[in-house]
């Protein structure tokens, strides 16, 4: 007779507090690794309520893990590791599956910390606190020149979906943490080299953009807006 498989433990996030939140997501230390995070889907965004909410068009076209920020982070994640090219990580985080909590499901991946330990901000947050800085400069172009040797998939290089991590040495990392996956009907990119580094070299240009938009926004003391601001830095 087969010995049944257990079902796995539940991870528990009651009582804990996210130190991010965005439009659909929240993100907890994971509690029994200080160098994971947990991200679950917020309360009224699950997959399947989204799905409803859509118009027929995108629920004829798209299937319900087709909603899930989640799940879309999981596949560009699960792919790039498939290369076996530790290059790949200089500017993204590992991922480490999928994990049940009493949350719903939640995406484990790795938590970018400062030397301090505090958690790394994002680049937004530090733009508008130091501006674009000479290192900021060097992280930027470091970033441009990796991902034209490796590009994934991302609609938009949103500023404050990357983590502005501080090096030992004092140099500024970019770690692109979070909207990957393309969202077009058809992704061109995926099938055609110089269609993805047109495509590539075009999100770059918008994101150098979005950096002195936002420094305009600053100059003419503008709100910044509660999006890419950490909860905690604990």
């Known amino acids: 007779m087969t010995n049944a498989v257990a079902n796995p433990p539940v991870l528990s996030l009651q009582g804990l507090q996210p130190f991010g939140r965005g439009g659909k997501r929240e993100c907890y230390v994971h509690p029994q690794d200080p160098l994971r995070c947990v991200k679950v889907n917020r309360a009224g965004y699950e997959p399947a309520v989204l799905r409803q ?3 027929w068009f995108r629920r004829w076209r798209k299937s319900e893990e087709q909603f899930d920020k989640n799940h879309r982070d999981w596949v560009v994640l699960a792919q ?4 076996n090219d530790p290059a790949i ?3 993204l985080p590992r991922c480490y599956g999928w994990v049940e909590t009493d949350r719903g499901r939640g995406l484990v991946i790795e938590l970018i910390r400062d030397p301090d330990g505090q958690i790394s901000r ?8 130091e501006g674009y800085d000479e290192r900021a400069r060097a992280a930027v172009d470091q970033f441009a020149a990796y991902w034209d040797a490796h590009p994934f998939s991302t609609r938009t290089l949103v500023l404050y979906n ?3 991590q501080i090096r030992p040495d004092g140099r500024l990392r970019l ?3 979070d909207g990957m996956g393309d969202t077009e009907f058809f992704p061109l990119g995926s099938v055609s080299r110089t269609m993805a580094r047109w495509k590539s070299a075009r999100k770059l240009s918008d994101m ?8 305009k926004q600053k100059q003419r003391g503008d709100d ?11």
Do not use: M, N
Not at 208 to 215: A, F, H, K, N, V
């Open 53 to 55: 909410r859509a118009s």
């Open 80 to 83: 790039l590791e498939a290369q």
């Open 89 to 91: 990580w200089q500017h």
């Open 122 to 129: 994002s680049f937004k947050d530090y733009l508008w606190s």
């Open 162 to 164: 990357f983590a502005a």
């Open 175 to 177: 770690v692109f943490i």
């Open 208 to 215: 150098r953009q979005r950096i002195e938009d936002l420094l």
């Open 224 to 234: 910044p807006g509660k999006w890419g601001f950490l909860l905690s830095r604990r």
